[in-house]
Nanobody, 129 residues
Framework: QVQVVESGGGLVQAGGSLRLSCAAS????????MGWFRQAPGKDREFVVS????????YYGDSVKGRITTSRDNAKNTVYLQMNALGPEDTAVYYC??????????????????????WGQGTQVTVSS
């Protein structure tokens, strides 16, 4: 079993930045991909970015590409999401998820929530206009 905990959310003015963290614990030896999704009220869960823990390659959602950077610390089983130039459209609950190796073979599927095995409870990001 893997536990996933997000942190770093909060209230920020438009144009500001936030740095989110996602820490995984427990049976993390088979963790292959960690991803971020977000969900605004009344909307579907949207893919933000994912990172392959083995080679560090990142895969971006269209709505955030160019405004985010992602890094990882494998020793701490933690990934970081730096979000810049935030706008009201970025207001959502941000969820971190972990995918194990048997379900994350193809990077073309990394945007699909169904391939992730473990999810955090989310951290709220609110951008004021």
């Amino acid at each position: 079993q893997v536990q996933v905990v997000e942190s770093g959310g909060g209230l920020v003015q438009a144009g500001g930045s936030l740095r989110l963290s996602c820490a995984a614990s427990g049976r993390t030896s088979r963790s292959n991909v960690m991803g971020w999704f977000r969900q605004a009220p009344g909307k579907d869960r949207e893919f933000v970015v994912s990172i392959n823990l083995s080679d560090g390659r990142t895969y971006y959602g269209d709505s955030v590409k160019g405004r985010i950077t992602t890094s990882r610390d494998n020793a701490k089983n933690t990934v970081y999401l730096q979000m810049n130039a935030l706008g009201p459209e970025d207001t959502a609950v941000y969820y971190c998820a972990v995918g194990t190796s048997s379900r994350t073979i193809f990077s073309a599927t990394y945007h699909l929530p169904a391939i992730y095995d473990y999810w955090g409870q989310g951290t709220q990001v609110t951008v004021s206009s």
